[in-house]
């Protein structure tokens, strides 16, 4: 089965500050890999999908990128309603989440 | 407007069964792939079963394979997923979504605890 890992599981940073929360694939998944934020006490919104395309709606300060089995979601100017925990998703082969990254305001 | 909403949650024991149901509305329900995906509390996310957009094609995690039975009407645009022999481990919240690349779109979850 296909891992993918996110080897953070926390993160602070500043209002206005440019974010990259990674997730590492096992193997090769192409372009399979879509971004997740999720709030507390709601569902998982759609932010990128296809590894860099951006899903309807969401702010063009987040940006995803790919570099081999390598995934980025970038946030280029931190805001007080981006905080929450963010997810990546394979399904390249079945689906595998990422364990999540909490992003926090410091 | 995409709305998918979850029912049919709630407190079931060990060993005993629960459906849980999903009504879609906003789109063509029987053009589109679906899926369950579950999250126990304070825990992340997890893939349980797709469903293909006409119902021939079923997929399942291995933790529930032979227990849960993911299926859909499309007369009534509902997707189903029948629990059986339930385990305090599949306590969690179960989303349904509706797949294209990726879950696109979410209910707002619905809550299965199982304990004595």
């Known amino acids: 089965d296909i891992q993918m890992t996110q080897s953070l599981a926390s993160l602070s940073a500043s209002l206005e500050e440019i974010v990259t929360i990674t997730c590492q694939a096992s193997q090769d998944i192409g372009n399979w890999l879509a971004w997740y934020q999720q709030k507390p006490g709601k569902s998982p919104q759609l932010l990128i999908h296809?590894?860099?395309s951006l899903a309807d709606g969401i702010p063009s300060r987040f940006s995803g990128s790919r570099s081999g089995t390598q995934y980025s979601l970038k946030i280029s100017r931190l805001q007080v309603e981006d905080t929450g925990i963010y997810y990546c998703?394979?399904?390249?082969?079945?689906?595998?989440f990422g364990a999540g990254t909490k992003l926090e305001l410091k | 407007e995409v709305q998918l909403v979850e029912s049919g949650g709630g407190l079931v024991q060990p060993g005993r069964s629960m459906k849980l149901s999903c009504a879609a509305s906003g789109f063509t329900f029987n053009n589109y792939d679906m899926a369950w995906v579950c999250q126990a509390p304070k825990k992340g996310l997890e893939w349980v079963a797709t469903?293909?957009?006409?119902?021939?094609?079923?997929y399942y995690r291995d933790s529930v394979k032979g227990r849960f039975t993911i299926s859909r009407d499309n007369a009534k645009s509902t997707l189903y997923l029948q629990m059986d022999s339930l385990r305090s481990e599949d306590t969690a919240t179960y989303y349904c979504?509706?797949?294209?690349?990726?879950?696109?779109?979410w209910g707002q979850g619905v809550m299965v605890t199982v304990s004595s």
């Open positions: 979504a509706r797949v294209s690349t990726c879950f696109d779109y």
């Open positions: 998703l394979q399904r390249y082969s079945k689906y595998t």
């Open positions: 469903i293909s957009y006409d119902g021939s094609s079923t």
């Open positions: 296809s590894a860099t």
